[in-house]
């Protein structure tokens, strides 16, 4: 069992940055590919970035690349998202999710097993 805890989210004017955190609880932190999704008002959950357990491996949304950084610690067992150069699109909030490695991609938010609860980023024009 995962328990995943985000912070981080606010208020930030175009152009500015936030960086969002997610502590997980649980021994096998390690193991677990890492990934961020983001669900604005009256839309579908989307995906923005993953990492895989090693750090590795990193994906992004064509949104966002370029401008969000993932990275993990896993002595820390936490997740990062590093955004910059944000813009109102970016309103939404943000999720933390994790799961065991698999062939599946890491954009498909179905094959995450575990959710935080979300955080808010709005970013004001």
């Known amino acids: 069992q995962v328990q995943l805890v985000e912070s981080g989210g606010g208020l930030v004017q175009a152009g500015g940055s936030l960086r969002l955190s997610c502590a997980a609880s649980?021994?096998?932190?390690?193991?677990?590919?890492m990934g961020w999704f983001r669900q604005a008002l009256g839309n579908e959950r989307e995906f923005v970035a993953a990492?895989?357990?090693?750090?590795?491996?990193?994906y992004y949304a064509d949104s966002v690349k370029g401008r969000f950084t993932i990275s993990r610690d896993n002595n820390k067992s936490t997740v990062y998202l590093q955004m910059n150069s944000l813009k109102p699109e970016d309103t939404a909030v943000y999720y933390c999710?994790?799961?065991?490695?698999?062939?599946?991609?890491?954009?498909?938010?179905?094959?995450?097993?575990?959710w935080g609860q979300g955080t808010q980023v709005t970013v004001s024009s």
């Open positions: 999710a994790a799961r065991s490695p698999t062939v599946v991609g890491p954009a498909y938010s179905k094959s995450y097993t575990y």
């Open positions: 649980g021994r096998t932190f390690s193991s677990y590919t």
């Open positions: 990492i895989t357990w090693s750090g590795g491996d990193t």
